[in-house]
């Protein structure tokens, strides 16, 4: 994340973005227990997937298969 985004798309609607936590971001991600800089925005057609933030990749990895996923 050098600047902080980025954005990846798998099947069926779904997207991985790279946020950082700020602002509405912020409160949703510390509302769904992840503290930080920045997270995994996971949805699939704009509904949270899980949890919906996620703050590494192994803890994304258990919700998404990560060898379906691009980069946009």
Do not use: I, K, N
């Amino acid at each position: 994340m050098e600047d902080g985004r980025g954005s990846w798309v798998g099947p069926d609607g779904l997207r991985v973005t790279a946020v950082r936590l700020a602002g509405a971001h912020r409160v949703w991600a510390e509302f769904m227990g992840v503290r930080g800089d920045s997270a995994l925005l996971v949805t699939r057609d704009g509904t949270l997937v899980g949890r919906g933030y996620y703050r590494t990749v192994e803890e994304l990895s258990a919700v998404v298969d990560l060898a379906e996923l691009y980069l946009r």
